[in-house]
């Protein structure tokens, strides 16, 4: 696998837009500095790879092994890629609960939700009904799946992707891990059954980790930059 650098600086640049933010808003003493978590070796993301099964994307690995495995980020933070109990999982801020995807499947677009939600009830000898406007197939799996439908539904949705940003109030971005959009970010509203929808750049493309990462940086350089 190639390790190609694409962050050479970019770990100083956030700190150096952290830290300003913070000294504009009296928030900041000056020895105090924004916190990345250590960056990851080559042998750590291995073993992270190991673990779930999974090739990380690239740009994501090198990331992870030349600026940091979590800290600022859009658009609030990014989740921490820590070992908890001898397993590595993400870490969402100051939760304990450890964050850990389930890339046995490809992760599936919003619009193809249901279609899947349908295949595994079906797969479970349930035949689906009608699904609900906001809820989809929720019913179903409570029936078809008793206590565990809920958790079973939840673990559906997110199949292929892990929680990659708080944005706050309850809003978070996801990285997808496996399936024909690997590498891309979605963004996910704070609703019960929120769509997923694609992070684009100013052409409408798709961000990738790369240009999702250095957009969100470059626009608070300039929003800084207009303030002085």
Request: charged letters at 30%.
């Amino acid at each position: 696998m190639g390790t190609q650098s694409n962050w050479s600086g970019v770990r100083e640049r956030v700190i150096a837009i952290e830290l300003a933010g913070r000294r504009a808003r009296g928030w900041s003493r000056p020895d105090d500095q924004p916190v990345f978590e250590p960056v990851l070796t080559a042998a750590e993301i291995a073993e992270v790879e190991d673990q779930y099964g999974v090739e990380l994307p690239e740009e994501y690995r090198t990331f992870l092994a030349e600026v940091g495995a979590g800290g600022p980020g859009p658009e609030h933070e990014l989740t921490s890629l820590r070992r908890i109990d001898g397993q590595w999982a993400w870490v969402w801020g100051t939760h304990d609960v450890p964050l850990r995807p389930d890339p046995s499947g490809p992760f599936v677009e919003s619009e193809h939700w249901r279609d899947r939600q349908a295949s595994t009830l079906r797969a479970a000898g349930y035949e689906p009904t009608t699904p609900d406007e906001e809820d989809d197939y929720y019913d179903d799996y409570l029936t078809a799946f008793g206590e565990a439908g809920e958790n079973l539904w939840y673990l559906d949705r997110v199949r292929g992707a892990v929680q990659i940003s708080d944005n706050g109030c309850g809003m978070t971005g996801w990285l997808i891990l496996v399936g024909p959009h690997r590498g891309e970010l979605r963004d996910r509203d704070c609703a019960d059954n929120p769509p997923f929808e694609p992070y684009a750049d100013a052409h409408g493309m798709p961000h990738t980790f790369r240009s999702w990462y250095l957009d969100w940086l470059q626009r608070r350089e300039n929003e800084m930059d207009a303030a002085h």
